[in-house]
């Protein structure tokens, strides 16, 4: 009776295992390729770019010793390293109270004032600058307030302070979220002090986190050009001699070799951060208890003017971009139109840019979402192939690691390449969705591997036991928890694509052109006012998305996913 | 599944080209101005309805640059209005077609490349302006400059704009003038001078008006399209036209060689020097290629085509390269070293 029992069992489950193997070993490869192509590829043509001496494209080893050696080199490395330098000193400490009042103290409406601050994040860098030309520029609102004209050194600082501020926000937010209540209350019972429970408790489990948004505002602006382009005046630095180098005067190797000089510090704090990490290990022991502040008004009543003078800041510059963009003629004429949104006639690219820009953020949106998800459950939740799963990993950790610009100048140089048959793809949309997805790789694939980790293992066995193939069981049980951390993932994405523009640069032609791009056409080209305008449009986009998938996020948690709810009060 | 290969299917839609509606997709560089391009391009496709104009369009530096890179394989199939120093050079490198144009007849010999048939053919003229604005000169105090060495008083200190030679045609036609009327030493140390009070090198040679019209600078070095253009829209500028003279360029048209679609494209030249092109430029220019069309411009005086200097175009497309890296020695990414001296 048994016999033919287990032969009648194992006909189906061979054909759920053939399945399976091709949805696991299938799914890894083709990520494999695409990391291959999209990510190590395109950064090792950098390399060899910036080292073969082409006639005229300033690369190779020569045209290397020469170049660093130049006075003009050291100018613009000089100018580099103390703008950045000077933004981080400014941003770090200052998110890092403002994270601390959100975190740790009871001031009210803190909803409002986290929104307010990560209002940058939805607009590309130029926004700051744009605007900081109409309040501190020679004809701007606040220009009595400066002995001497914005653009310039303290440009350039105010601007990429605004760009890398919720940056830096976000890495604090979370390193102050943890908090082991017991350790305060031990403290206070041995008769410390709030100054002494910072220095030895909060201090030691964030320091990691404050170097961490150092080096990530560090390298965010030492490798930006938006905000130098706008309001750069004369002071040049590096990020934008590689524009210049690249776009300007078709100088690829040049690019090349600037580009490998901007790569060095993110590889660099990318590499220290990973170490301080493994030092530091787990903070968290499982039987924290969650750190709930106690009422204090002189403490509270500091951390709220800091917060709020943060927030005023930023309302004012986003909100003098979206002013200016409805201002006719600044400064002779200050009634409101709508005559900036007029792109037809102007250099740029106009509403073309535009409803490129969305359908790229939108393909770059889905696409991603879709590949990055599937990759990382194929890396967290499915044995075997553990040479395979460690290639994947590293691979997709590089991008953390790659400037955009830098990523940007190794697609023109891959892509480009004399008889690489994927040349048909340069200047197409393909190649951009592809570009950005790869950009902002690591960080959606984190999300995804966080939600995925929270998972039990048990799924899959039973799963396996019930003798569903895996991909049914990751499209039906598996995706569907995840929803929340997938729309996460989607956010992420569509905005990264509506607002980026260190990469595409490079990379667009005339019918693919972006918004972002246009907008640094547009203020190139003097048009400073469809630029703040362009500038609004994605502002108001990505807010508009972003908004759209949060309300899409509560309303599935509160329909679907009540057995959170549940879970949570038992 | 279905419905995941439906929206795969959706997003690969979205992705594909969209079909051209007319025969023959030509792609033209171009440095003209944007708000020139689509009356150019409605003109010109209603005149060849089975051609379509697909521009790629920056300042003349960088096209210039983007053409030279692409020598091997162009990208471009025909160029519509790019200063003739840089359809020179491009020349010399073998890298254009030349074709007599029907209407070829009718351009003066001075606006057409020398040889026969001529690889470039003129369209118009742009000279150097200064745009001058009036508010903030009477809220600072400043007189008005009427000659070139004028800008090089102490009173205008930080006060002037104006575009980068290595980017902007614009900025290369004011050096180059500079130096040939000036002489090589002397115009370099003019230049020296003038560097002293210049707020700021932009990207395109636009700009520098655009930014005197807000007052942002109050002086800006341009061209004169610019300048009209803003003053009808009532910018409170005033157009000096310096009296030692003005550098002037031509805009032109040439076939890129071994272009697929060298026949449309040589359709384009035929249209770019024909009459009713030429009523196309008189809108936007006071001198044209073609004589006898060109309107006077309100805002320009009557002799301004006398004011323009004797240019030496083939002395300053050879020397193009040499001076762009003298330019770029003394003034570009040093600016505040030499400003200290």
Same mark, same amino acid.
């Given at each position: ?136 520029? +020679?004809?701007? %609102?606040?220009?009595? %307030? ?16 605004? #760009? &890398? ?157 979206? #002013? ?52 990382? #459950? ?26 955009? %610009? ?9 892509? +480009?390449? +004399? ?29 995804? &591997? ?41 956010? #992420? ?78 | ?25 030509? !792609? ?31 300042? !003349? ?8 890179? *692409? ?57 150097? !302006? ?5 508010? *903030? ?187 762009? =890296? ?12 030499? =400003?200290?001296?």
């Amino acid at each position: 009776m048994s016999l033919p029992l287990s032969q009648a069992k194992a006909a189906p489950r061979a054909g759920v295992a053939l399945g399976d193997r091709l949805f696991v070993v299938g799914g890894k490869s083709l990520l494999l390729i695409l990391l291959v192509l999209a990510v190590l590829m395109p950064l090792l043509a950098i390399f060899w770019r910036g080292f073969s001496a082409d006639a005229g494209q300033g690369g190779g080893l020569l045209a290397a010793r020469e170049l660093f050696a130049s006075e003009s080199f050291h100018w613009l490395l000089g100018n580099s390293l103390s703008v950045a330098f000077t933004v981080a000193a400014i941003v770090v400490p200052l998110a890092y109270l403002f994270a601390y009042a959100l975190q740790r103290t009871l001031i009210p409406a803190k909803g409002l004032w986290r929104g307010i601050s990560l209002l940058p994040l939805l607009a590309p860098s130029m926004l700051p600058a744009i605007a900081l030309v109409y309040l501190f520029g +020679n004809q701007g %609102l606040l220009r009595g %307030l400066l002995s001497d004209n914005i653009y310039g050194f303290w440009g350039i600082v105010l601007g990429e302070a605004i #760009y &890398t501020f919720p940056h830096a926000l976000m890495i604090l937010l979370s390193a102050l979220s943890l908090a082991d209540a017991r350790l305060f209350d031990a403290a206070s019972s041995m008769g410390a002090g709030p100054g002494r429970a910072f220095t030895s408790i909060t201090w030691p489990a964030t320091r990691q986190a404050v170097f961490a948004a150092f080096c990530l505002v560090f390298t965010l602006t030492i490798t930006d050009f938006g905000v130098p382009v706008v309001v750069g005046g004369d002071y040049q630095v590096l990020a934008l001699e590689a524009y210049k180098a690249v776009v300007g005067q078709q100088q690829f190797g040049r690019g090349a070799l600037i580009g490998m000089v901007l790569l060095l510090p993110a590889l660099f704090s990318f590499s220290v951060d990973a170490w301080l990490r493994r030092r530091q290990g787990e903070a968290m022991s499982g039987r924290a208890q969650v750190f709930e502040p106690k009422p204090s008004r002189g403490r509270d009543a500091c951390f709220l003017a800091i917060v709020l003078l943060v927030c005023a800041a930023l309302l004012l510059v986003i909100g003098m971009a979206v #002013y200016s963009s409805l201002v006719t003629f600044w400064p002779y004429n200050l009634s409101l139109s709508l005559r900036h949104y007029m792109f037809e006639d102007t250099a740029g690219g106009g509403w073309l840019a535009y409803r490129n820009s969305v359908t790229m953020a939108i393909g770059t949106a889905l696409i991603g979402s879709i590949v990055i998800f599937s990759g990382a #459950y194929l890396m967290e939740k499915t044995q075997g192939q553990r040479l395979l799963n460690q290639v994947l990993r590293l691979l997709s950790f590089i991008p953390m690691a790659v400037p955009g %610009l830098v990523l940007g100048l190794g697609y023109v140089f891959f892509f +480009n390449l +004399n008889g690489n048959p994927l040349h048909v793809l340069y200047g197409s949309m393909g190649l951009l969705v592809v570009c950005t997805i790869a950009h902002y790789l690591t960080t959606a694939q984190m999300t995804a &591997t966080t939600a995925l980790r929270q998972l039990d293992g048990e799924f899959e066995a039973a799963a396996l036991s019930l003798k569903a193939p895996l991909y049914k069981h990751f499209l039906r049980v598996t995706v569907p928890i995840c929803l929340p951390a997938l729309l996460d993932i989607i956010r #992420y994405l569509f905005v990264s694509a509506m607002t980026t523009v260190s990469a595409a640069i490079f990379l667009y032609s005339p019918d693919t052109i972006l918004a972002a791009v246009a907008v640094l056409n547009m203020d190139d080209a003097g048009n400073v006012g469809g630029a703040a305008a362009m500038s609004t449009l994605i502002l108001l986009t990505s807010a508009g998305a972003s908004l759209l998938l949060a309300a899409a996020s509560r309303g599935l948690l509160r329909r679907s996913q009540a057995w959170r709810q549940r879970a949570a009060t038992v | 599944m279905y419905k995941h290969l439906a929206l795969a299917a959706a997003v690969s839609a979205v992705f594909s080209l969209q079909a051209s509606a007319a025969g023959t997709q030509l !792609t033209v560089y171009t440095a003209l101005e944007a708000e020139q391009l689509k009356s150019y391009k409605q003109a010109f496709e209603k005149a060849n309805p089975d051609i379509e104009i697909k521009w790629v369009r920056d300042s !003349t530096g960088i096209i210039t640059a983007k053409l030279l890179a *692409e020598k091997d394989r162009p990208q471009a199939d025909a160029v519509w209005g790019l200063a003739a120093s840089s359809l020179a050079i491009l020349d010399q490198n073998g890298m254009l077609e030349a074709y007599a144009p029907k209407d070829l007849g009718k351009i003066s010999g001075n606006y057409r490349d020398a040889a026969n048939p001529p690889a470039w053919v003129g369209m118009d003229v742009w000279a150097a !302006t200064i745009c001058f604005n009036t508010i *903030e000169a009477e809220k600072q105090g400043l007189s008005k400059p009427v000659s070139w060495q004028d800008l090089t008083k102490p009173e205008y200190k930080g006060k002037i704009v104006m575009p980068n030679p290595a980017s902007s045609g614009t900025g290369f036609l004011d050096v180059s003038a500079w130096l040939q009327t000036f002489g090589e030493p002397q115009g370099w140390a003019y230049m020296d001078a003038l560097h002293q009070n210049i707020g700021q090198y932009v990207h395109s040679g636009s700009k520098p008006c655009k930014l005197a019209a807000a007052g942002e600078f109050p002086i800006g070095i341009s061209f004169e399209y610019p300048a009209v253009q803003l003053k009808r829209q009532g910018a409170p500028l005033d157009i000096v036209l310096p009296k030692e003279g003005l550098g002037w360029e031509i805009e032109a048209t040439a076939v890129i060689k071994g272009s697929p679609k060298a026949d449309a494209a040589k359709r384009l030249a035929d249209f770019s020097a024909s009459p009713a092109a030429m009523e196309l430029y008189k809108e936007n220019f006071a001198v044209l290629a073609a004589p006898g069309i060109a309107k006077p411009q309100t805002e320009l005086p009557a002799d301004y085509e006398q004011r323009l200097i004797k240019n030496d175009f083939a002395w300053a497309s050879k020397n193009r390269d040499q001076i762009l =890296a003298e330019w770029r020695k003394r003034y570009d990414g040093k600016s505040e070293k030499v =400003a200290q001296q």
